[in-house]
Every structure is written in structure tokens, then in C-alpha cells.
């Protein structure tokens, strides 16, 4: 059974920085590109950033490219998102999901979300 | 751009709904996609390629279109189909979700 297990999540200041996790399992982690998707309170889905297989292909949307960093460790199954220079239109529950498969970027399976709250 | 219609529909169980996807510019239809968001979960992928039916989806739900217009359709609503539907378009390096049609009983 494929499971996501999203984490570090939590309450950070405008301008600070967090990095979120997801470990995954039930499937060979490093056929398959992973990617955030977010979702602000109240709002609908804004895809954040994608990561191939091999991480050699890397893709960000407009409003987080220069400050986010996706990255995976194949060796632990999880794949991570740096977050930095944090504002508050970053608040949102940030799921991660696993790509059905290599060129088609539906989600076929989906973490639980972590909340991140930009906030002074 | 992909703009979903009507923001939200309401109807009663048993009846059938149909959901509208319209994207501003020509899409191959591998790259659309349907999701079934209940209040606090994730979302479920329905469709890929937009007319497949993913694991374990019944054959009430069923995917349309071409081109810019696409359509979700259920046929027989049971009480559990109440949410929220998004429709997802993926390129070659950007992803875009429709805004999503909130499904409520009438």
C-alpha cells in the first residue's frame, strides 16, 4: 500500500524559513517524480514545485521560484521542500503526491498535508 | 487557464451532475486530469487523460472532451459524491488546477 507522510509543518514569521518533509513507502520511491501542491485556507489547489525520478529535472511555480527548493533523498524515500523567505500568502496545507507515473503528472496518491502559518 | 463551471451545483441524490472544465487554449486530453477534494482530506484522482477512470473509481463518474472543453460527469449521485472537483492540466513544466465546482445537496 502506497503511503506519503507529510511533515514539519508549523508556525513561522514573515521572512523566516521551513522545511517540510514527506517519507514515502509502498513503492519504488525513485521511478516515480513527486510533487508539492498547496492549498490555502478556504482556497483552491496551487501546484508548488515538482521533482523527477532522478532529480534531474526540477520545476517551481512563478510564485515560489527563488525561494523554494525541492529535493529528494531516493537512499531514505522522502522527498523535501525548503522554504524560505516566507510570506503570508505562503499559509496553506502543503501535500505532497506521488506522479502516476514518469511524463503524466496526475496524483494518484497524496500525503496528508502539512499546515504552514506565516505569521507574526 | 483552465476555468471550471458552475462554482457550485447543487442537486439531490440519484440525480445526474455534470461538471464543466474550459481551457484557454488547446489541451491534449493526456494532460487532464479530475480530483474529488472532501473537507479536510486530500483530493482523489477520478480521471487521468480525461476519460479514465483511476483505481478503484465507480463507473458512475465518468470524463469527457477535447480540445478546450471537458466534462465530468456522475450519473447517479450518491450521498458520499458531495465535495469539492478540481480539474487539472499538466505541460511539460507547469501544472495548473480549475478554481473547482463545490457539489452540495439540494
Known amino acids: 500500500e502506497v503511503q506519503l507522510l507529510d511533515s514539519g509543518g508549523g508556525l513561522v514569521q514573515p521572512g523566516g524559513s521551513l522545511r517540510l518533509s514527506c517519507a514515502a513507502s509502498g513503492f519504488t520511491f525513485s521511478n516515480y517524480a513527486m510533487t508539492w501542491v498547496r492549498q490555502a485556507p478556504g482556497k483552491g489547489l496551487e501546484w508548488v514545485s515538482a521533482?523527477?525520478?532522478?532529480?534531474?529535472?526540477?520545476y517551481y511555480a512563478d510564485s515560489v521560484k527563488g525561494r523554494f527548493t525541492i529535493s529528494r533523498d531516493n537512499s531514505k524515500n522522502t522527498v523535501y521542500l525548503q522554504m524560505n523567505s516566507l510570506r503570508g500568502d505562503d499559509t496553506a496545507v502543503y501535500f505532497c503526491?506521488?506522479?502516476?507515473?514518469?511524463?503524466?503528472?496526475?496524483?494518484?496518491?497524496w500525503g496528508q498535508g502539512a499546515l504552514v502559518t506565516v505569521s507574526s | 487557464v483552465l476555468t471550471q463551471s458552475p462554482g457550485t451545483l447543487s442537486l439531490s441524490p440519484g440525480e445526474r451532475a455534470t461538471l464543466s472544465c474550459r481551457a484557454s487554449?488547446?489541451?491534449?486530453?493526456?494532460?487532464l486530469g479530475w480530483y474529488q477534494q472532501k473537507p479536510g482530506q486530500a483530493p482523489r484522482l477520478l480521471i487521468y487523460g480525461a476519460s479514465n477512470r483511476a483505481t478503484g473509481i465507480p463507473d458512475r463518474f465518468s470524463g469527457s472532451g477535447s480540445g478546450t472543453d471537458f466534462t465530468l460527469s456522475i450519473s447517479r449521485l450518491e450521498p458520499e459524491d458531495f465535495a469539492v472537483y478540481y480539474c487539472q492540466w499538466f505541460g511539460k513544466s507547469s501544472v495548473s488546477f480549475g478554481q473547482g465546482t463545490r457539489l452540495e445537496i439540494k
Open positions: 487554449q488547446i489541451i491534449t486530453t493526456i494532460s
Open positions: 503526491a506521488k506522479n502516476w507515473r514518469e511524463g503524466i503528472a496526475v496524483y494518484d496518491n
Open positions: 521533482i523527477s525520478g532522478s532529480a534531474r529535472s526540477i
